[in-house]
């Protein structure tokens, strides 16, 4: 089992930045694939990017390729997303989660993943 606490969600506006953590608990973080989703009221839950549990490989939605940046250090169980030049549609409850399997390809899918946050709320204003 791990668990996990996103933080850094917050207001900003268009064209800003933010950069969401995702703090894992247990020895067996670093061999977990992640990945962050989001979810906008009314929509469904979505990919947004991902990482192997190496940091050598990772995956992104071709919505925020070129402005999101997910990044990850395993010594201190955490996981990044880097959000630049964000957008209204970008507004959403962002959610990390945990791929326990961890193989050679970082998963898209909801269904690949094990373990989730409890979400932080990102809201960027127009």
């Known amino acids: 089992q791990v668990q996990l606490v996103e933080s850094g969600g917050g207001l900003v506006q268009h064209g800003g930045s933010l950069r969401l953590s995702c703090a894992g608990s247990?020895?067996?973080?670093?061999?977990?694939?992640m990945g962050w989703f989001r979810q906008a009221p009314g929509k469904e839950r979505e990919f947004v990017a991902a990482?192997?549990?190496?940091?050598?490989?990772?995956r992104y939605a071709d919505s925020v390729k070129g402005r999101f940046t997910i990044s990850r250090d395993n010594a201190k169980n955490t996981v990044y997303l880097q959000m630049n030049s964000l957008k209204p549609e970008d507004t959403a409850v962002y959610y990390c989660?945990?791929?326990?399997?961890?193989?050679?390809?970082?998963?898209?899918?909801?269904?690949?993943?094990?373990?989730w946050g409890q979400g932080t709320q990102v809201t960027v204003s127009s």
């Open positions: 989660a945990a791929d326990r399997l961890g193989g050679p390809v970082v998963s898209a899918s909801i269904t690949g993943y094990d373990y």
């Open positions: 990482i192997r549990w190496s940091g050598d490989r990772t």
């Open positions: 247990g020895r067996t973080f670093s061999s977990y694939s």
